[in-house]
């Protein structure tokens, strides 16, 4: 295979960098490239949509390096978006600034979605790396997919949502002295752990994590209603009960196992003649 794995993230990505060395020591394909927000703002592209909708993209990269749609093997998705490069955002050219900026993001986005059976991660119209689903949509689809979800929400008065339920807080919007039956508005937040905190990684056809028994075709069923193979479910764990308290869709690969794991998922996306232009 002589394809290269992308790697698209912020300047200071730990876990980018910990996949990029698992990837140079495991070798058999054909390079690891990692780019910022910066990098890609910096290129010369030229990307082309003909008729049937199937977009064509070369990028000269500040390097000189040349990457086209065949060159491109597997890419992990981590980027926050691009950097605004148009000066002041209040100066009488700041429209025009502004207008290039969007659409800078859009051409990322466009180049991504092109490349979408490569690409590991969700995309945004931005060309983010958290797409279109939210904190709390992630967490309302883990719940409907039977996982134990920490209840996230709010009340007019605290009375209305009873006692807090393992993992979770109750939390006033004003500092009010009538106690747990005023009429003061709450929110209904995840709690800190007390103890330990425990995780679980989707990546592809393969769970990680200590709980991948117990929950992995919950988590399948997850995976299908987010749009993605690839994502990391953190828990806090108590005597009364364990809960999902975060669905991380950049999971922080601040494991070595998850590392591992989604270096070898890149590396078998990149196998896969199908998923590149022939």
């Given at each position: 295979?002589?394809?290269?794995?992308?790697?698209?993230?912020?300047?200071?990505?730990?876990?980018?960098?910990?996949?990029?060395?698992?990837?140079?020591?495991?070798?058999?394909?054909?390079?690891?490239?990692?780019?910022?927000?910066?990098?890609?703002?910096?290129?010369?592209?030229?990307?082309r949509v003909n008729g049937g909708g199937e977009a064509s993209t070369r990028i000269t990269l500040p390097t000189g390096q040349v990457?086209?749609?065949?060159?491109?093997?597997?890419?992990?998705?981590?980027?926050?978006?691009?950097?605004?490069?148009?000066?002041?955002?209040?100066?009488?050219?700041?429209?025009?600034?502004?207008?290039?900026?969007?659409?800078?993001?859009?051409?990322?986005?466009?180049?991504?979605?092109?490349?979408?059976?490569?690409?590991?991660?969700?995309?945004?119209?931005?060309?983010?790396?958290?797409?279109?689903?939210?904190?709390?949509?992630?967490?309302?689809?883990?719940?409907?997919?039977?996982?134990?979800?920490?209840?996230?929400?709010?009340?007019?008065?605290?009375?209305?949502?009873?006692?807090?339920?393992?993992?979770?807080?109750?939390?006033?919007?004003?500092?009010?002295?009538?106690?747990?039956?005023?009429?003061?508005?709450?929110?209904?937040?995840?709690?800190?752990?007390?103890?330990?905190?425990?995780?679980?990684?989707?990546?592809?056809?393969?769970?990680?994590?200590?709980?991948?028994?117990?929950?992995?075709?919950?988590?399948?069923?997850?995976?299908?209603?987010?749009?993605?193979?690839?994502?990391?479910?953190?828990?806090?764990?108590?005597?009364?009960?364990?809960?999902?308290?975060?669905?991380?869709?950049?999971?922080r690969l601040d494991d070595p196992l998850h590392v591992e794991a989604t270096a070898s998922f890149l590396v078998a996306t990149a196998e896969q003649p199908e998923r590149r232009l022939a």
């Open positions: 295979m002589s394809a290269t794995i992308l790697l698209l993230a912020a300047p200071g990505d730990g876990g980018a960098a910990a996949v990029a060395r698992a990837l140079s020591d495991r070798g058999g394909h054909g390079g690891v490239l990692t780019l910022t927000p910066a990098d890609l703002a910096r290129a010369r592209w030229s990307h990457l086209n749609d065949r060159s491109i093997g597997a890419v992990l998705h981590r980027l926050p978006g691009l950097p605004f490069t148009g000066g002041a955002a209040n100066g009488p050219r700041a429209k025009d600034a502004l207008y290039t900026h969007s659409e800078r993001q859009a051409l990322v986005a466009s180049w991504l979605l092109s490349l979408a059976p490569r690409v590991i991660g969700l995309i945004s119209a931005c060309g983010t790396a958290h797409g279109t689903v939210s904190r709390t949509t992630a967490l309302v689809h883990a719940e409907q997919c039977g996982l134990p979800v920490a209840r996230r929400g709010g009340a007019t008065r605290a009375g209305l949502v009873g006692r807090p339920a393992p993992g979770e807080q109750h939390v006033p919007r004003l500092a009010w002295p009538g106690g747990p039956g005023s009429p003061v508005p709450v929110d209904v937040l995840p709690q800190a752990p007390a103890a330990y905190r425990d995780t679980l990684l989707v990546a592809g056809d393969r769970l990680i994590g200590s709980r991948a028994d117990e929950y992995g075709e919950r988590c399948q069923r997850l995976a299908d209603a987010l749009g993605t193979r690839y994502f990391e479910l953190r828990f806090t764990s108590r005597a009364t009960g364990t809960v999902v308290t975060d669905v991380h869709l950049c999971p």
